[in-house]
């Protein structure tokens, strides 16, 4: 069901990254949400009517709690172990940071929850990487939100701001291999940032009630 477009307010956590800077532009570019609010630690420098930034210290979430309030939360947040330097600072911005803000804003009447986590999340994987993600999934299910979204995508394609080592023969091959995953291998396609940009919008307007997940594949076939 898609709810009608009142004067909604959207929050995006991790604007400034490949798939939340896209989904910026598209919050901003589309009618159905009146205010979009980004927690950020630096400004943007982008100016728009729309948009309400709130330079934040994100290890003191609750210091900012009357600011977080929005109907909608968006979070695109997510980093490397090797750019966050340790395990400990990675669960900090994949698991913690998450948490913290989705709860702070369901106790200001947040009703709707989306988050990108990963193909693969498992809290009983034995991939660290895929543990935190599926702790961040599990935890966050639990909360009370009217609509929790969870998308899994696999290898996000795109240009980013830095460069993650590795990361572009991963883009090479999926781009060569991608033609033979077929049937229940197509979830492990690359997949555009742009597409799950596009997919979260679209789920978000349609605001389907309990916890759905979508995978990489599905994903896609959301965004068309």
Request: include cysteine; proline fraction near 2%.
């Amino acid at each position: 069901m898609q709810e009608s477009n009142s004067i909604k307010t959207a929050m995006l956590i991790g604007a400034t990254g490949l798939t939340g800077s896209l989904l910026l532009k598209s919050l901003l570019n589309d009618s159905y949400y009146s205010k979009i609010i980004i927690p950020v630690r630096r400004s943007t420098g982008i100016n728009n009517p729309k948009l309400t930034e709130i330079v934040t210290d994100f290890d003191n979430i609750k210091a900012y709690a009357e600011s977080l309030t929005a109907d909608d939360v968006f979070c695109c947040l997510g980093t490397t172990i090797k750019k966050a330097g340790s395990q400990e600072a990675f669960s900090k911005v994949d698991y913690q940071y998450p948490l913290d803000f989705a709860s702070t804003a369901l106790l200001n009447g947040a009703r709707q929850f989306l988050i990108i986590t990963a193909l693969g999340s498992d809290i009983n994987s034995k991939f660290f990487y895929n543990r935190v993600k599926g702790k961040v999934e599990e935890d966050i299910s639990k909360l009370n939100y009217k609509s929790i979204s969870i998308f899994r995508p696999s290898l996000i394609l795109g240009d980013r701001q830095e460069n993650r080592q590795g990361e572009g023969l991963w883009k090479l091959l999926m781009k060569i291999i991608s033609p033979f995953l077929a049937g229940g291998l197509k979830k492990y396609r690359g997949i555009e940032a742009s597409a799950i940009a596009k997919a979260m919008l679209i789920t978000a307007k349609e605001f389907h009630k309990g916890i759905s997940i979508y995978e990489s594949d599905v994903i896609q076939s959301i965004a068309g």
